[in-house]
């Protein structure tokens, strides 16, 4: 009998020499880049996200399926310029990432960025009795840990790195320089007791496919699957979420960071399904912040990837 078994699909093996010399560019990149200010190289990364948009056609596909589904109400030419736009806010996002540690002082960050709703999501974190916070691929999500770590509060972000070890290395680098810890995806669960326990806010980005086992919610009128760690981790822990966003401002290194979500711990307490509530809870407030400005999601993910069986077997 022949072997029906499906082939795991082999990953390729990077080289070292290669990633090395990657890294190198890099570098030599972001010493060019020194040579301009913020908004000329913002005004680059503009264009660069534009050609992409033009020649990813793979993303630019997926990203106006997304538009099309989501948006079903907007017209062709309104769902092609917020597609090709939130392009550009991918490309501008690598340029905030390399100049925040350059640009981002404690002296000047009211220069940078101004807050809404932020004020109770602050005394929480001071007490000290931990904190999970929640945003999405969404305007400049790599500033808000910065600039909390910056002033003195225990952050920790959950992140996946780079194939490439040395870039992801180097970027860590830049990321953690003001004081938020990063952790890698794959390890992160073993130590977020601990961190919990620490009284320490852990910060997530909550918008990704979970795969099959995830749990369906509504994200946009279409069911998506989601995460349950951070719902079993409130419940576990009896400890509030907070959903929160950063949002450009114009086309310059200038973000309005806000709140528009705190879920307390006695709302869920008498839910029947407290973790499928939580979850629901916090991807409807992620959608909010999402459509005050759909040009800044990240439309390109395969958010809605995975199916409910109950979908399946529809079909």
């Known amino acids: 009998m022949a072997d029906v078994t499906p082939k795991k699909k082999k990953h390729k093996k990077h080289s070292l020499l290669n990633d090395w010399l990657g890294y190198v560019a890099l570098r030599i990149l972001i010493v ?4 301009f200010d913020i908004k000329t190289n913002l005004n680059t990364a503009c264009f660069l996200g534009r050609l992409l948009w033009k020649h990813y056609h793979r993303g630019r596909k997926r990203a106006l399926d ?3 589904a989501s948006f079903p109400e907007k017209g062709e030419k309104w769902i092609w310029q917020t597609g090709k736009r939130s392009f550009e806010h991918i490309a501008m996002l690598a340029i905030d990432v390399l100049f925040t540690p350059r640009l981002t002082k404690k002296y000047n960050w009211r220069d940078y960025s101004r807050y809404k709703n932020a004020e109770r999501a602050k005394w929480l974190m001071r007490e000290k009795r931990g904190l999970l916070m929640v945003t999405a691929h969404y305007g400049n999500f790599e500033i808000i840990g910065y600039i909390l770590g910056m002033f003195g509060f225990n952050i920790y972000s959950i992140a996946r790195p780079l194939d490439n070890k040395f870039i992801s290395r180097y970027l860590y680098g830049v990321r953690q320089r ?3 810890t990063i952790l890698d995806k794959k390890g992160a669960a073993k130590m977020m007791e601990q961190i919990i326990s620490s009284g320490a806010t852990l910060c997530f980005i909550a918008d990704q496919d979970a795969g099959r086992k995830g749990i369906f919610v509504d994200f946009f009128g279409r069911k998506a699957s989601t995460y349950k ?3 079993l981790i409130a419940v576990t822990r009896d400890i509030p979420i907070v959903v929160g966003y950063c949002r450009r401002i114009g086309r310059s290194f200038n973000f309005e960071i806000g ?4 879920i307390l711990p006695k709302e869920w307490i008498k839910k029947e399904k407290p973790l499928e509530w939580i979850t629901a809870e916090y991807t409807k407030a992620i959608e909010t912040f999402i459509r005050e400005d759909p040009t800044q999601y990240w439309w390109l993910h395969r958010r809605w990837k995975h199916r409910p069986k109950s979908e399946q077997k529809k079909a």
């Not at 060019?32 to 040579?35: R, V």
């Not at 709140?259 to 705190?262: A, E, T």
């Open 32 to 35: 060019f880049l020194s040579l």
């Open 66 to 68: 997304n538009l099309r």
């Open 178 to 180: 003001a004081g938020q």
């Open 229 to 231: 760690s951070i719902g």
């Open 259 to 262: 709140v528009n979500r705190i």
